[in-house]
């Protein structure tokens, strides 16, 4: 059974100072980690920015793999519902929380993708003898452990993002019996999402999976049995 870190845990357990972001320690991100579900939506808003953080024009760092254990762990917290109004998304418009977190997992999986491994080694560099980036390879069974939560999802851009997400996490060897499940999910996104970009990333994998192009199926369709 998969499972995905306890967020209380993780805070305690990692040396936050001894591990970089894009500006240098990292002992600076337990506060905004805990503001992103604080009572307080600005403050909620503020403490996004630890995202960009570790994960700066899609750089990985030392800090990023625990950083989005937290964002996992917390997935299910209510107050990642509400939306941010004043916080865009990659999508150029406000979304809720959990939504952003979403995007925010899926991003980090897309980054060290079979496709991107590939297209980087053309060009000389072996992203995973990084162990940054090993490190996020080896942590993708816990964030889709929680990120499946939300594949069936009533709320239509919770359920998008977390399908998109999964998506890209099921590149991980250990999660490849997952893919027959999430066949017909990512097709209902290739051709319902309103979102162009969104769309686009889901053809995409199922493209990466040797899928042929998505067709017209059932929006009725049952939750993938995660």
């Known amino acids: 059974m998969l499972s995905w870190a306890d967020p209380a845990v993780v805070l ?22 805990l503001h992103l579900t604080d009572d307080d939506p600005d403050a909620r808003t503020s403490a996004l920015e630890v995202l960009e953080l570790v994960n700066h024009q899609n750089s990985i760092y030392s800090t990023t ?6 964002v996992a762990g917390i ?49 000389g560099y072996r992203l995973e003898d990084d162990p ?9 069974p816990a964030m889709f452990a929680s990120v499946s939560r ?18 890209y996490l ?17 097709r209902d996104v290739a051709v319902t999402s309103r979102d162009i970009s969104q769309r686009a990333r889901a053809e995409r994998i199922l493209l990466t999976w040797n899928e042929g192009p998505p067709v017209v199926i059932d929006s009725e369709m049952d939750a993938p049995p995660f």
């Open 12 to 33: 305690r357990d990692t040396h936050w100072a001894a591990l970089e972001h894009a500006r240098g320690r990292a002992d600076d991100v337990v506060t905004p980690l």
């Open 65 to 70: 793999v625990p950083v989005a254990l937290y």
């Open 75 to 123: 997935l299910g917290d209510p107050r990642t519902l509400p939306v941010i109004s004043t916080y865009p998304t990659w999508r150029g418009e406000s979304g809720c929380l959990r939504v952003i977190l979403l995007d925010f997992l899926g991003g980090l999986a897309d980054g060290v993708c079979d496709e991107e491994l590939v297209a980087a080694a053309k060009h």
């Open 132 to 140: 940054a980036v090993i490190a996020v390879l080896a942590a993708r």
């Open 150 to 167: 939300y594949l069936g999802d009533v709320d239509t851009q919770i359920r998008h993002s977390a399908v998109v997400a999964a998506g």
């Open 170 to 186: 099921l590149d991980a060897p250990e999660l490849l019996d997952y893919r027959p499940a999430l066949l017909a999910p990512l």
